[in-house]
């Protein structure tokens, strides 16, 4: 679909599409309702906007439908953790561990490009953190994964 495409849809249509890039039903009605975008740059620019305006409640009901890091995953997630390898896998898997006790929920990164070294060493930094922190790094990473994956959802 491109960006007139996504332009056309019907509300429904366009917050669940809206949905598939991020689980935040605040943040799918946000933006659906600031249709029509003129290009993909538009459509970030809202999710932007839109992300400045998500309570934290909203941030954890997005972060529910991401699967941990180094957890063997399909579709678009299993795309952007292509870094992971089995010898990455298992310290991720432990890391995240630690991360969700430590913060109470998932370790989100934006994973595109990054190897699973590099993954791990982010959360293994990030366990330093405190919660505000922590909040505002994971909430600035969700929004990331978001706008890539709103660019292809208009096939930018």
Request: glycine content about 8%.
């Amino acid at each position: 679909m491109n960006v007139a495409e996504f332009n056309a849809l019907p509300a429904a249509d366009a917050e669940a599409a809206l949905l598939s890039c991020c689980g935040s039903r605040a943040f799918a009605a946000a933006v659906a309702a600031g249709r029509p975008y003129a290009s993909a740059d538009a459509l970030v620019t809202a999710i932007d906007s839109a992300f400045a305006t998500l309570a934290w409640p909203d941030v954890l009901e997005a972060m529910e439908g991401h699967p941990r890091i180094g957890d063997r995953v399909t579709g678009a997630s299993a795309a952007e953790q292509s870094g992971v390898t089995d010898g990455s896998r298992a310290a991720l898997v432990a890391g995240n561990a630690q991360y969700e006790e430590r913060f109470g929920h998932v370790f989100l990164i934006c994973a595109t490009g990054l190897s699973g070294a590099d993954m791990l060493a982010a959360l293994r930094e990030r366990l330093n953190n405190d919660p505000r922190t922590e909040r505002s790094v994971a909430t600035r990473e969700l929004r990331s994964i978001t706008a890539l994956r709103a660019r292809k959802l208009v096939g930018a």
